[in-house]
C-alpha cells in the first residue's frame, strides 16, 4: 500500500513539474537550467553591496618631513636645555682686595668643566649678588690656564661688587671634552650657557642678574648665547668676532691659528663644501650667524674696539652696531684710536665703562 502511494505521489509532481527534496540536484558536470518563467514573480536576491575605497580629501597636505637643522644653527641652539649642575669648590684661591677666589667645576653635557669663580666679602644682598659670566678669547688649549691671563679683567668687575665666572671651556687646562674652536661648533656656549644654569643654582648668586662678558671669540659666544637663552640681562664685548659668517670668511684671516684643530680650522671649506657658499645658500649662512638675530638678543649690548686692532677687524663691532640699531635693539659703540686687540692703551677707560653699563642693567645701581 505504502508503495502504491509513493508511486501516485511521483506520478502527479512530475506532472506538475516540481521536485521532491532529495530529487533536485544536477549530476556533477551538469550546468543547472535557468529557472522556468513561471518563477520570475518570486523576489530575487539582492546582489552585495559594491565596495568602494574612498578617496583622502585632496585639500589634505601630505606630512613633510622635518628638516634636520644644523648644530651651529640658533634656532637649535635654542631647542636644547642647558641645566649646569651645582658648582663645586675644588680649590680656595688667594683672595682678590676685597673678594674669595675658588677653582671650582661644574657640568656640561656630561663633561667636568673648572673654571674659576670670584665672590665678594661682605654680607650677601637680600637676593644673592650679581653675576658677569666671563667669556675669554683664543688661548691655544694646550697652554691656557685657568689662573692665568685676564687678571686685570677679572678684578676690575670682581671688586665692583660681582661674582665674577670665568669658564675653562671644554679641552682647556684640566676640563674634560675635546677643544674644537669656537666657530666650527656650538660646543663652547654650551659650556657658557651650562656655566649660567649653574650659577642660577649657586645660593649667594642673584639668579635674575646676570650679564655676560667677552673678548675676540668670546665675543662671538657671548653674542652667541643672547640669542639663545632670555637669561643674560645686558651684554659687554671687546674686540668681537661678531661679524655674520660670510663676512668672517671674506673680510678676516684666511688663515686660523694652526693650534685649533683641522676641523675648527678648516670649517669654511668644510661648509661650503656641505652647504655650497652663501650665494648659493644664504638661508643656511644666516640661520648660523648670531648677528641675524640681534634684534631677539636678552638684552642690550656694549661694544668696545681698538681702532689698530690686527687681530679682528673694527668692521665687525660696526656691522653688529649698525644691525642692533636697526633692530631697535639698545646699543652702545665706543672705539679707541692707537689701540690694540686688548685696548690695552685705553683699558681704565673701557673698564669703567663696561662697569657702569653693567651697574645700570645688571646690578640695578643708578
Not at 631647542?79 to 658648582?87: F, K, N, T
Not at 668676532?241 to 684666511?254: E, F, G, K
Not at 655650497?276 to 636678552?298: C, D, K, L, M, Q
Amino acid at each position: 500500500m505504502k508503495k502504491l502511494v509513493f508511486l501516485g505521489l511521483l506520478f502527479l509532481a512530475a506532472c506538475a513539474g516540481a521536485a521532491l527534496p532529495g530529487l533536485s540536484s544536477p549530476a556533477p558536470g551538469v550546468e543547472s537550467p535557468p529557472p522556468a518563467a513561471s518563477q520570475a514573480s518570486l523576489t530575487p536576491t539582492p546582489p552585495p553591496p559594491t565596495l568602494t575605497a574612498t578617496p583622502a580629501p585632496t585639500d589634505t597636505p601630505l606630512p613633510t618631513p622635518t628638516p634636520t637643522l644644523h648644530p651651529l644653527s640658533i634656532e637649535a641652539m635654542r631647542q636644547r636645555e642647558y641645566p649646569g649642575s651645582d658648582i663645586v669648590i675644588e680649590d680656595e684661591l688667594d683672595p682678590g682686595s676685597n673678594y674669595y677666589r675658588y677653582y671650582v667645576s661644574y657640568l656640561s653635557d656630561g663633561l667636568k668643566i673648572y673654571a674659576l669663580m670670584t665672590v665678594p666679602y661682605g654680607e650677601r644682598p637680600p637676593t644673592g649678588w650679581p653675576v658677569i659670566i666671563f667669556n675669554h678669547g683664543y688661548i691655544p688649549p694646550d697652554v691656557y690656564r685657568t689662573t692665568e691671563r685676564y687678571v686685570a679683567y677679572v678684578d676690575g668687575f670682581a671688586r665692583n661688587g660681582y661674582i665674577v665666572f670665568r669658564s675653562d671651556y671644554r679641552g682647556h687646562d684640566r676640563s674634560e671634552g675635546t677643544a674644537s674652536g669656537g666657530y666650527s661648533s656650538p660646543a663652547y656656549t654650551i659650556d657658557v650657557l651650562n656655566a649660567v644654569g649653574s650659577i642660577k643654582r649657586y645660593p649667594d648668586a642673584d639668579p635674575n642678574r646676570i650679564g655676560m662678558w667677552g673678548h675676540s671669540m668670546g665675543g662671538h659666544i657671548t653674542l652667541r648665547a643672547m640669542v639663545t637663552t632670555r637669561d643674560i640681562k645686558a651684554g659687554v664685548i671687546w674686540a668681537g668676532v661678531v661679524a655674520s659668517y660670510p663676512d668672517m670668511m671674506m673680510r678676516w684671516r684666511a688663515t686660523p691659528p694652526a693650534t685649533l684643530s683641522a676641523g675648527a680650522r678648516g670649517w669654511r671649506s668644510t661648509f661650503v663644501n656641505l652647504y655650497g657658499s652663501p650665494e648659493e645658500n644664504p638661508a643656511f649662512w644666516a640661520s648660523i650667524s648670531p648677528i641675524t638675530y640681534v634684534g631677539e638678543a636678552s638684552g642690550p649690548l656694549q661694544l668696545h674696539h681698538g681702532e689698530e686692532d690686527e687681530d679682528v677687524p673694527l668692521l665687525f663691532s660696526q656691522l653688529l652696531y649698525q644691525a642692533a640699531q636697526e633692530a631697535g635693539l639698545p646699543v652702545e659703540l665706543y672705539t679707541y684710536p692707537g689701540n690694540d686687540h686688548n685696548i690695552s692703551q685705553s683699558f681704565s677707560a673701557a673698564m669703567q665703562r663696561s662697569i657702569e653699563f653693567f651697574d645700570r642693567y645688571v646690578k640695578g645701581s643708578p
